[in-house]
Nanobody, 135 residues
């Protein structure tokens, strides 16, 4: 059974940093695409960052490039999202998601397709963690 548990959210001032963690189990990291998504109040879910099954390519939505970094610790089954220079528009519930695949397609789609469709090919989702950025 695939399990994903996100944590690390909280309240931070604009310009601050947070690191989100996702504890994962039940699937092989080296044969899965793993992504972070978010949903702001009143808005659709959107992709934020994704790491390919090979672990050597990362994709980001344009608005977080240079500020967010996705990483994985395969030995400990953890995925992280380091968020720096946070802005009020980053306020959202953040989710980690995974899909067993050997292709980078899920990540490429996450980065290129707007809205929920960008994450439609991810079959396993964790509960979210709330990030609130105050101005």
């Amino acid at each position: 059974e695939v399990q994903l548990q996100a944590s690390g959210g909280g309240l931070v001032q604009a310009g601050g940093s947070l690191r989100l963690s996702c504890a994962a189990s039940g699937f092989p990291f080296d044969a899965s695409a793993i992504g972070w998504f978010r949903q702001a109040p009143g808005k659709e879910r959107e992709g934020v960052a994704c790491i390919t099954p090979s672990g050597d390519r990362r994709y980001y939505r344009e608005s977080v490039k240079g500020r967010f970094t996705i990483s994985s610790d395969n030995a400990n089954d953890m995925i992280y999202l380091q968020m720096n220079d946070l802005k009020p528009e980053d306020t959202a519930v953040y989710y980690c998601a995974a899909e067993r695949t050997l292709s980078p397609y899920n990540c490429i789609k996450m980065a290129r397709v707007r809205g929920p469709e960008g994450g439609a090919d991810f079959g396993s989702w964790g509960q979210g963690t709330l990030v609130t950025v105050s101005s």
